[in-house]
């Protein structure tokens, strides 16, 4: 069973560009969440899909959006570019809702902003 | 969300047990516990939860103390490839699979 998947792996934008980055989960999972992760602020939750709704959102700027897709895959974009948006960017999937189900999370991808 | 405090680093020789404490004493009754693990860079890996009984797996074992307020992550036999940042995570909610991170420890295994 193939994992959670992340692309690119790697990514290097230029302040006040936009990107966006891609999430496929586990077959059958129906929930997304998304991080970000720097050295200064560790992992920080930044927002969950669950059958194209987000139900949660963590405390971040506008300029970080996120949809997710009929077949549960997931895409984060980020505009306006700043270097403090340098981060690996983690995606998680979920076969369920609810405090007792696990999530599985991606490689991650690594985001520098130049 | 119930906050946890972790030792930030601690080591272990190659082969013994490694015993991760973590502290969450202002736990709810519906809060479960959870422990996740990351290798240098890599995606946090799950490793195991549990609500209020002691629980095991392939990777480790979970004891919850009888009033929730702490519970320790055992790896039995450690190897050098355990080496990674342990993160332990109270979870709350019916709805939404947010976890909060916090700073976790550091575990080496030293040969």
């Known amino acids: 069973k193939a994992g959670v998947t992340q692309t690119p792996r790697y990514l290097i934008k230029t302040r006040g560009q936009q990107v966006t980055l891609s999430c496929s989960p586990i077959?059958?999972?129906?929930?997304v969440s998304w991080y970000q992760q720097t050295p200064g602020q560790g992992l920080q939750f930044l927002f969950e899909?669950?059958?194209?709704?987000?139900?949660n959102k963590g405390n971040f700027p506008g300029r970080f959006s996120g949809r997710q897709f009929s077949n549960s895959r997931s895409e984060m974009n980020v505009s306006t570019l700043e270097l403090g948006d340098s981060a690996l960017y983690l995606c998680?999937?979920?076969?369920?809702?609810?405090?007792?189900?696990?999530?599985?999370f991606g490689q991650g991808t690594r985001l520098t902003v130049v | 969300d119930a906050k946890t405090t972790q030792p930030p680093s601690m080591d272990c020789a190659e082969g013994r047990a490694a015993n991760l404490p973590c502290n969450h004493s202002?736990?709810?009754?519906?809060?479960?516990v959870y422990w996740y693990r990351q290798i240098h860079s890599q995606g946090p890996q799950y490793i195991i939860h549990?609500?209020?009984n002691n629980e095991t797996n392939e990777m480790a074992s979970l004891i919850i103390t009888e009033d929730r307020k702490s519970s320790t992550l055992i790896l039995p036999h450690a190897t050098l490839r355990d080496t990674a940042v342990y993160y332990c995570?109270?979870?709350?909610?019916?709805?939404?699979?947010?976890?909060?991170f916090g700073t976790g420890t550091s575990l080496t295994v030293i040969p």
């Open positions: 202002t736990i709810s009754g519906n809060e479960y």
């Open positions: 549990g609500l209020k």
């Open positions: 077959s059958g999972h129906r929930s």
């Open positions: 899909y669950f059958s194209e709704t987000q139900r």
């Open positions: 998680a999937s979920s076969a369920l809702a609810g405090a007792n189900t696990e999530a599985f």
């Open positions: 995570i109270v979870r709350v909610g019916m709805m939404g699979n947010q976890f909060y």
